[in-house]
């Protein structure tokens, strides 16, 4: 896990030609936002955002010792936080609490706070928490100030085994883990101007407060104050752990200045290849992906399916929309022999789905696919971009669901995407190297290889540029769906295309949405 989120943290936002606050040298303990033994509630925290976003923004101050800040990938891991030493071990409380060291890329320190009885109890730092390994590292309580994040664990897949449930470290990202899954993609607080020439900005979360658990809680709050140059923000989570891991979001965002573009909800993942796009790879595993799509439930009710891709330019692909219902990336292909790696498993990767709460009016969900040729670089983005223009001196908020799982949390009756194929255009014997083929498969519908054979399903292929030449539909007996064949003739211009199938004049599959650039 630490290994793919440090390089989540640096390496995929240096891809993206940004900056990270989250890795600046910095470590003087800061002010905290709220003081030992006063009263807490989201009221307070949200004027203590509210108030910050009133002055400069103050990046933390450098005062980690060397020995600490110049540790390597092999030594940092080698610090590890001891179980007993825990606020909560022994209590019998449905949650631990672990804390990460400071180190290596995570270079400054957070606050962590504990509620109880409504009034805040600072968790202070101490090397006795930790065992440094082979490090040769002495006295160091006078000099670190704090933790770099934590993690909780629970009881998620056996009454005798506490389990990670999720992590907040670095920047402003966090990972939550069902059952039975392990850790992919990431979500984070925010997202700023993200591939935007200007470079990306990173908020952090700068301070944590977390309600100390009963022995009957089902749910644990976690507050959170986030800070960057443009912008504060208020954060609750509420984390119900299950099958489903559940993370509720309120967002409460007090911005400095205006900002260009503001990615709300934003998910982060990786796709090195998979069956779109293996030719591009000389790998030994048929795909290496934590995501293989992107899923949209718009406010139309329309059910959008975008293939992930890495090709060799930056894409950016935006679905406008007006109240959009969900969103998210998914892994939908489950299937071990499609993957072949029996250390990284990436079968059991998660998908997260975002369901708004309330209406978020006019804007439009990005995705960003960034290149890369390498498995440890996170290249994958999705967010909500509001249409509003994002100005100083007012109040935002925006409340989600964030589900992490492995299956949809919604009832879709309609054909889901399946697989898409891509390869010369023509026929066997007769290939035509001026087009593309395509071949989408999609899952079953009621009567789906009597409505094929009578010709009430059909399929509806369009594009915004080119020509589609020639569509095929045949009954799939493997997926007992549709398998759709169409030819695509470019111009030299970008172009979006479009699939579903269709009865009775009615949409009754996802849209398999690719686009396609020269």
């Not at 202070?124 to 006078?142: C, M, P, Q, R």
């Not at 664990?153 to 470290?169: C, R, V, W």
């Not at 809680?217 to 504060?232: E, F, G, Q």
């Not at 589900?403 to 014997?429: C, F, H, M, Q, R």
């Amino acid at each position: 896990m630490l290994k793919r989120l440090i390089l989540l943290v640096f390496l995929v936002t240096t891809a993206a030609g940004g900056y990270i606050y989250a890795t600046q040298n910095k470590n003087v303990l800061p002010e905290p936002a709220i003081q030992p033994s006063d009263a807490f509630s989201l009221k307070i925290l949200k004027e203590k955002a509210k108030n910050l976003s009133l002055s400069d923004y103050q990046a933390p101050e450098e005062n980690l010792p060397a020995d600490i800040k110049n540790l390597n990938y092999d030594q940092y891991r080698d610090i590890r936080f001891v179980r007993e030493s825990g606020p909560w071990y022994g209590q019998h409380l449905p949650f631990e609490l672990q804390f990460f060291h400071v180190g290596s890329i995570f270079q400054y320190s957070v606050l962590i706070n504990e509620i109880v009885d409504s009034k805040v109890e600072p968790i202070k730092y101490s090397a006795a928490y930790f065992d440094y390994g082979k490090n040769n590292l002495h006295n160091l309580d006078g000099d670190i100030a704090g933790y770099a994040g934590f993690r909780l664990h629970g009881k998620l897949n056996s009454p005798a085994y506490y389990d990670e449930i999720i992590s907040f470290l670095g920047a402003s990202y966090f990972r939550a883990l069902g059952k039975d899954q392990k850790y992919g993609l990431s979500a984070r607080g925010l997202a700023i101007d993200t591939a935007l020439q200007t470079g990306e900005e990173f908020p952090i979360f700068k301070e944590f407060w977390l309600r100390k658990p009963t022995k009957r809680s089902d749910s644990i709050k976690i507050y959170a104050l986030l800070d960057s140059p443009s912008v504060t923000g208020a954060y609750k989570f509420e984390i119900i752990p299950g099958k489903n891991t559940i993370v509720d979001v309120d967002a409460f965002l007090y911005p400095r200045k205006k900002i260009t573009k503001l990615g709300v909800a934003p998910l982060t993942s990786m796709f090195l290849f998979g069956e779109n796009t293996k030719n591009r790879f000389d790998d030994h595993r048929p795909e290496v992906h934590d995501s293989d799509g992107l899923l949209i439930h718009n406010g139309n009710d329309e059910w959008l399916w975008r293939p992930l891709d890495n090709s060799k330019y930056l894409r950016i692909s935006s679905f406008e929309d007006n109240n959009p219902k969900g969103f998210g990336l998914l892994q939908r292909d489950d299937n071990r022999e499609h993957y072949l790696d029996f250390e990284a498993y990436y079968e059991q990767r998660p998908s997260v789905w975002v369901q708004p709460q309330g209406n978020w009016g006019k804007g439009m969900v990005q995705l960003v696919e960034i290149p890369s040729i390498q498995e440890i670089h996170d290249n994958i983005v999705a967010y909500w971009v509001p249409e509003e223009e994002i100005t100083a001196g007012k109040e935002y908020h925006f409340a989600y669901r964030l589900n992490w799982y492995k299956d949809i949390p919604e009832t879709v009756k309609i054909a889901k995407v399946l697989n898409t194929y891509t390869g010369i255009g023509g026929v066997s014997g007769m290939l035509e190297t001026d087009k593309r083929k395509f071949v989408v498969d999609f899952s079953k519908l009621p009567n789906t290889k009597a409505d094929i054979a009578s010709g009430k399903l059909i399929a509806n292929v369009s594009t915004s540029e080119g020509k589609i030449k020639g569509i095929h539909m045949v009954y799939n007996p493997i997926t007992k769906g549709a398998t759709v064949y169409t030819d695509y003739q470019p111009n030299g211009k970008t172009a979006e295309l479009r699939i579903s199938l269709v009865k009775d004049g009615k949409t009754v599959s996802e849209v398999w949405s690719y686009q396609w650039l020269p």
